[in-house]
C-alpha cells in the first residue's frame, strides 16, 4: 500500500488566503502525484462537501475531505499557511490544512484517517511540530507515522 502522505504533498507555504485557492493548490499536488484523475471533479466534490457543513477546526485546523470517484487511493495532501485561510471556525482562519482525499468506494478509510487526525490534533505537541517544521519529508514522514500508524 501506498503512503497516505509524501513529500511531494506537503506545502509548507500554502500561496493563498483564499480557501478555493488553496484547495486547488493542495488538490493539484494530489493529480501530480497520480492519485487524483480529474481535478476539477475533484474541486467539485470538496466544495460540496465544504457546502454541507465547514471544515474548520478550532485552533487553525482545516480539514477539507471527501470521497470522489476522481481519487484513485486514500491520500491525505497537507498545507501550512502563514497568512491563514478561511474554512469557517469561530475563532477564525486556519494556518494548518488538512486535505483528506478518499476514493468513493473507500468508506472507511476516509473516517478512519479522520478520527486518527483529529485525535492527534488536541495534542499541541502534533500542531507544534507542524508550525515549526522546515522540511516537507520530514513532516510526510512525522504526519504518515502519527496518523496511519
Known amino acids: 500500500m501506498t503512503a497516505l502522505i509524501t513529500a511531494d504533498l506537503v506545502d509548507l507555504d500554502v500561496p493563498s488566503t483564499d480557501r478555493e485557492?488553496?484547495?486547488?493548490?493542495?488538490?493539484?499536488?494530489l493529480v501530480d502525484a497520480g492519485r487524483i484523475t480529474d481535478l476539477d471533479r475533484f474541486l467539485a466534490d470538496i466544495e460540496a462537501r465544504e457546502a454541507q457543513m465547514p471544515t474548520?477546526?478550532?485552533?487553525?485546523?482545516g480539514i477539507p475531505h471527501c470521497r470522489s470517484e476522481a481519487v484513485?487511493?486514500?491520500?491525505?495532501?497537507?498545507?501550512r499557511s502563514s497568512t491563514g485561510?478561511?474554512?469557517g471556525a469561530e475563532d477564525g482562519p486556519a494556518n494548518?490544512?488538512?486535505m483528506i482525499a478518499a476514493p468513493v468506494e473507500g468508506d472507511s478509510d476516509h473516517m478512519t484517517v479522520l478520527a486518527s487526525l483529529a485525535r492527534r490534533l488536541v495534542r499541541r505537541s502534533f500542531t507544534d511540530e507542524l508550525?515549526?517544521?522546515t522540511d516537507p519529508a520530514a513532516v510526510a514522514e512525522f504526519i504518515q507515522g502519527e496518523v496511519a500508524g
Open 85 to 87: 485561510v478561511y474554512f
Open 21 to 29: 485557492t488553496a484547495v486547488a493548490a493542495l488538490a493539484k499536488r
Open 96 to 98: 494548518l490544512i488538512f
Open 56 to 61: 474548520g477546526l478550532e485552533g487553525g485546523i
Open 131 to 133: 508550525r515549526n517544521a
Open 72 to 79: 484513485t487511493e486514500p491520500s491525505l495532501a497537507f498545507g
